[in-house]
């Protein structure tokens, strides 16, 4: 039978991955991902497998195609794919659903409680391949702006699930670099019509231009340079970030997230085992992984890095939500203002992983954030900081004014990139906004891309400036304004009109005063 | 939204504190306050584009972690 009916368990999950893995069932049963993948689908609430045998996989006929198949060994080429779902199926349902006589359980049902798939691949270890799997649920708190709608057909059944595909790094043609860029690849290609390079592409053409480093292929890694040479490859612009601070990586990433673009993060790991101002924590080597989600809270701080009184709505981020080829997908790192502490670089503010260190305990493995790289097209081209400073100018002016008047407050900024067609549907769906400048702003031509930041009190949205972001950083790169809110509106009219802003170095900002008077 | 003379916003600022929140502005002390607000904002800029630079040697550093 070239198929399989599984009532779900960690048990029948585990027997997938041993039946499919050459190696000792003692080294499968290890792999911190089954651990990930049973807390992860009793959440989703996964009820039963179907397991697609001899299943012909393209990124792994690539990497077979240009590694394995030059082997001694006799690699396998076809793989297993396994298919979830939300409720149970009995081997009778689906053999009666494939004879066209469906009793009870019929394809629909099987579409509708569909929670996505994975493909197992033909190695000794490292067997996780693509794996797109359906998110948490998404609320007012968990958000999955970087998913995407994928595709199966099961012996006919159309099936889909959004999701952002995910696979291990095999250490052999991908380490954890080419396995995060993979992933952020799913949505680009979507976002920016480019191709979809398996993970041994992605190798070459990271380590093409470094003849002389070490063999690349066994691949052990790649380095943030290399990472940003194998997005340039596919035609899209590497922003490259440091994000040593809580606030920096918090308000870039959400920046860019937001605009559906999924974020390669490099840490350095360590071990805080008996971690102390006498003991040293042990750095354990740096690891990539891709974000592709985050989690937001109520609590808010009026203070982003050293700028007092600019709030951002980015800050109520306390977890995103990563690919992480050592542990799972939508794996979750968390920020709980942890600090390790290290004789050559002080104490470093870390995010809380879910890892077990070597003793197979949680909470000791920590990462120290070092860099982002966002996969952009070329057209991007105002960065994040550059909106980022414009809101600054325009929100100091009105620091002074805290406290002195009455019924005023300072807005909570929320600044992402956009793209036309997201920003147009909000001003449609808008219920707040004056239906004359509503049909004014939909038939306003505006860029492809955009930079939105729009201030808002208690949750309310209240006035927003719209950025060209594919406008050169010199001058303003201001568009317009949209009002929701007449009341906020006329105060900061009232406030700005006689305010001579001649002098305001930031042209950006200047543009947005005036749009105000 | 027409530029409007405004003497007062319904259930927020009366036409007094219309008045009083105008004068401030244009006062000596409104103008200096507005004046370092932005000097302090020049300076902020400049750190927050500061902070947000990449240390050329993470650039060399691979990532290679495998468990």
């Not at chain 1, 497998?49 to 001694?72: A, G, M, P, Q, T």
């Not at chain 1, 990563?322 to 870390?350: A, L, R, Y």
Request: glycine share 4%; net charge neutral.
């Amino acid at each position: 039978m070239p198929y399989k009916v599984l009532r779900y368990s960690i048990e029948n999950l585990k027997k997938c991955f041993i039946e499919q893995a050459t190696a000792h069932e003692e080294v499968v049963s290890s792999k911190q991902h089954l651990a990930c993948f049973e807390n992860y689908f009793s959440h989703i609430g996964v009820k039963t497998i179907i397991v697609e045998k001899d299943y012909v996989n393209r990124e792994f006929l690539e990497d077979y195609s240009s590694y394995y198949v030059r082997s001694f060994k006799d690699y396998k080429r076809h793989c297993v794919r396994l298919h979830f779902f939300k409720i149970e199926i009995s081997e009778e349902d689906f053999s009666l659903i494939l004879e066209g006589t469906p009793k009870g359980i019929c394809a629909k049902n099987l579409q509708e409680n569909y929670q996505g798939f994975m493909v197992l691949k033909p190695l000794p270890i490292t067997i996780i391949g693509k794996t797109c799997i359906s998110t948490y649920e998404e609320d007012n708190k968990r958000h999955f702006p970087t998913i995407r709608k994928y595709h199966a057909n099961l012996y006919g059944i159309n099936l889909s699930v959004e999701s952002l595909a995910y696979q291990e790094q095999d250490s052999i043609v991908a380490a954890c670099a080419s396995s995060s860029i993979w992933s952020a690849f799913h949505r680009t290609a979507i976002l920016f019509q480019h191709s979809l390079p398996s993970p041994v592409e992605i190798t070459k053409w990271a380590t093409r231009h470094f003849p002389f480093a070490n063999r690349h292929f066994p691949n052990k890694g790649l380095s943030a340079e290399q990472m940003a040479i194998a997005i340039r490859e596919i035609g899209l612009e590497p922003l490259l970030s440091g994000v040593n601070t809580y606030d920096t990586l918090k308000a870039t990433v959400y920046a860019y997230i937001r605009g559906k673009i999924p974020i390669v993060f490099g840490f350095d790991l360590w071990d805080v085992n008996n971690n102390s101002s006498t003991t040293p924590a042990r750095n354990f080597g740096a690891h990539a992984i891709t974000i592709t989600g985050f989690n937001e809270t109520n609590i808010i701080s009026n203070k982003f890095e050293t700028v007092d009184n600019l709030t951002l709505r980015s800050s109520r981020i306390d977890k995103f939500y990563t690919h992480d080829d050592q542990m799972g997908p939508f794996s979750k790192i968390e920020f709980n203002d942890f600090e390790v502490w290290n004789h050559n670089k002080g104490s470093i503010k870390c995010l809380d992983m879910t890892w077990k260190d070597i003793n197979g305990n949680k909470g000791n493995i920590k990462a120290g954030p070092q860099i982002i790289i966002i996969p952009l097209y070329h057209k991007i081209r105002i960065p994040f900081t550059s909106v980022l400073t414009s809101i600054n100018f325009f929100n100091n002016l009105f620091i002074p004014l805290i406290g002195r008047i009455p019924n005023f407050q300072l807005f909570e900024w929320d600044i992402f990139l956009s793209d036309i067609s997201d920003f147009k549907s909000d001003i449609l769906n808008d219920s707040k906004l004056e239906s004359k400048r509503k049909k004014e702003i939909l038939l306003t031509k505006l860029p492809k891309f955009i930079w939105r930041a729009i201030g808002r009190i208690k949750n309310e949205n209240c006035l927003e400036f719209v950025f060209d972001a594919t406008d050169i950083d010199q001058g303003s790169f201001f568009i317009l304004t949209v009002n929701y809110n007449t009341n906020v509106y006329l105060q900061y009219n009232l406030l700005l009109k006689k305010y001579d802003s001649k002098n305001m170095e930031d042209f950006s900002a200047k543009s947005m005063i005036e749009s105000l008077q | 939204m027409p530029n409007q003379d405004i003497t007062e916003i319904s259930g927020v600022w009366t036409s007094s504190e219309v008045t009083a929140i105008q004068n401030w502005i244009s006062s000596q002390e409104g103008i200096e306050a507005l004046d370092t607000c932005q000097q302090l904002a020049k300076v902020q800029s400049k750190e927050i584009v500061e902070i947000a630079k990449v240390d050329a040697s993470i650039l060399k550093v691979p990532f290679i972690f495998n468990m």
